[in-house]
């Protein structure tokens, strides 16, 4: 176990944005959206005047996570047809990405398959915000990043530890830092001033029937994560696949056809998607 209690654990991942090996555009993004004042115009003139950041925000909107038919060519008709929420999201995925591709081989992947598996399901229940939905499970292992980033060895050891023993990661987490990566998760949330439905998803996608304000689409990310976790796609930091909580489960209502049009849709998406990733490499 760490030498560390939870109190300075949690003082150390809020402020991870000091770290010299968080991207430099994250940085200076934060400096943007962490002003709940910032307008669609003004964070639109920021990724506008990035060119590395734009075609990374573009990529992304007209990639299979949001199945848009027509391709979307500027940041500005991003922010009008996704919304401000949605776009920050998005946007912190995007500059979290090298940050994920150092701390965790196949955590990227694994986030963009809950991404696509959660608007599909919530495009099912016919949820109001399914992207912002999307969104949340995009981030919803962001705790990952910010435990290996500012625990290296320790966190190392975790996913050692999580292979030999055949632990979920939460349990290997758990005994490492006393928490996991969705306490984590949830710090670095707020401390980035994310909007509270994102938080709560983010804190409680492993225990969904702790949710208070926002349960189904809690529900959602929670069998996004697990549906995508036992399809193999990415990697979530161990080879087990959690268990379905059940009131989540009964919360969302889903039926046999039901299922079976999400895991279709689901499979031609995931397919998209790793065709969309390598094209990338």
Same mark, same amino acid.
């Given at each position: 176990?760490?030498?560390?209690?939870?109190?300075?654990?949690? +003082?150390?991942? &809020?402020?991870?944005?000091?770290?010299?090996?968080?991207?430099?555009?994250?940085?200076?993004?934060?400096?943007?959206?962490?002003?709940?004042?910032?307008?669609?115009?003004?964070?639109?003139?920021?990724?506008?005047?990035?060119?590395?950041?734009?075609?990374?925000?573009?990529?992304?909107?007209?990639?299979?996570?949001?199945?848009?038919?027509?391709?979307?060519?500027? @940041?500005?008709? +991003?922010?009008?047809?996704?919304?401000?929420?949605? %776009?920050?999201?998005?946007?912190?995925?995007?500059?979290?990405?090298?940050?994920?591709?150092?701390?965790?081989?196949?955590?990227?992947?694994?986030?963009?398959?809950?991404?696509?598996?959660?608007?599909?399901?919530?495009?099912?229940?016919?949820?109001?915000?399914?992207?912002?939905?999307?969104?949340?499970?995009?981030?919803?292992?962001?705790?990952?990043?910010?435990?290996?980033?500012?625990?290296?060895?320790?966190?190392?050891? @975790?996913?050692?530890?999580?292979?030999?023993?055949?632990?979920?990661?939460?349990?290997?987490?758990? &005994?490492?830092?006393?928490?996991?990566?969705?306490?984590?998760?949830?710090?670095?949330?707020?401390?980035?001033?994310?909007?509270?439905?994102? %938080?709560?998803?983010?804190?409680?996608?492993?225990?969904?029937?702790?949710?208070?304000?926002?349960?189904?689409?809690? +529900? %959602?990310?929670?069998?996004? #994560?697990?549906?995508?976790?036992?399809?193999?796609?990415?990697?979530?930091?161990?080879?087990? %696949?959690?268990?379905?909580?059940?009131?989540?489960?009964?919360?969302? #209502?889903?039926?046999?056809?039901?299922?079976?049009?999400?895991?279709?849709?689901?499979?031609?998406?995931?397919?998209?998607?790793?065709?969309?990733?390598?094209? #990338?490499?």
């Amino acid at each position: 176990m760490i030498d560390k209690d939870i109190k300075t654990i949690r +003082a150390e991942i &809020e402020r991870i944005d000091t770290l010299p090996t968080i991207p430099t555009i994250l940085k200076k993004l934060l400096g943007v959206i962490e002003n709940p004042k910032a307008s669609l115009t003004t964070i639109g003139n920021f990724v506008s005047n990035d060119p590395v950041l734009t075609s990374r925000v573009l990529r992304m909107v007209n990639s299979p996570v949001y199945g848009f038919p027509g391709r979307i060519s500027s @940041v500005n008709q +991003a922010l009008i047809l996704l919304g401000l929420n949605v %776009v920050r999201g998005l946007l912190l995925g995007v500059s979290v990405f090298e940050a994920m591709q150092k701390s965790m081989l196949g955590l990227w992947e694994h986030s963009l398959g809950s991404a696509i598996a959660a608007r599909i399901i919530a495009k099912k229940k016919k949820l109001n915000e399914p992207e912002e939905v999307s969104i949340a499970a995009l981030l919803h292992d962001i705790g990952k990043v910010a435990l290996s980033l500012k625990f290296p060895p320790e966190y190392e050891e @975790v996913l050692k530890n999580v292979e030999q023993k055949r632990q979920l990661i939460f349990d290997g987490e758990k &005994e490492m830092f006393e928490i996991t990566h969705a306490e984590a998760g949830a710090w670095v949330a707020k401390r980035w001033n994310f909007p509270p439905n994102l %938080v709560e998803i983010i804190e409680y996608h492993q225990k969904p029937h702790l949710a208070k304000n926002f349960p189904l689409q809690t +529900a %959602v990310v929670h069998l996004a #994560d697990i549906m995508v976790r036992a399809r193999g796609f990415g990697f979530a930091g161990d080879g087990l %696949v959690p268990q379905l909580n059940q009131s989540a489960w009964y919360s969302l #209502d889903l039926k046999e056809d039901d299922l079976k049009d999400i895991f279709r849709e689901l499979e031609d998406a995931l397919q998209e998607a790793a065709d969309f990733m390598l094209s #990338d490499e």
